[in-house]
Structures are given as C-alpha cells and as structure tokens.
C-alpha cells in the first residue's frame, strides 16, 4: 500500500535523522513501528480490561453507599509536594 502524507517540519526532521542514523531503513518502516506502538498503547490486554472493569464496579459501589471523600486537585498537589519534600 502506498500512502502520501505531509508532516510538520519537526516531523520531518526527525525521520530524516531516524533514517540518516539507520534506526530506520525506510520512512514506510519508521510509520510502521510508531502506529505498532500507538496501536499497542491504547489497547488493553483482557486482564487489563477485567481489572479496570472490576475497579469501575468497585468505585461506582463505593459511590452509591456514600463511601468517597471529597478533594480538589489544588489539595492533591499540595499533599504531593509536601510528600516529595520528605
């Protein structure tokens, strides 16, 4: 299959360095690789699926019998660094 795309300069030079430094034979070979990856990111294997479902099941319970505290992110991070000073 041949497809004919344009890409931004920063792109561009990227694929030409991949290509000049031989990580990569082909531009057809790099897109290949980056949509595998891509591909991969957003999938979830089975398990992965069972244990976000379980964990959805599990908060939307915990909703329904008011067992959840309420935060903002402002607090979150503050809590955060305050622990990364420790």
Not at 2 to 11: K, N, V
Not at 19 to 44: C, F, I, K, Q
């Amino acid at each position: 299959m041949t497809l004919t795309i344009s890409l931004p300069p920063r792109i561009q030079r990227f694929v030409d360095e991949s290509l000049r430094t031989g990580r990569y034979s082909s531009a057809g070979e790099l897109v290949a690789d980056a949509l595998e990856t891509m591909m991969a990111a957003e999938s979830l294997s089975p398990q992965e699926e069972e244990y976000v479902r379980r964990q959805v099941a599990r908060g939307l319970a915990q909703a329904e019998a008011q067992q959840y505290s309420e935060f903002d992110a402002e607090s979150v991070i503050a809590d955060e660094r305050a622990k990364a000073k420790r």
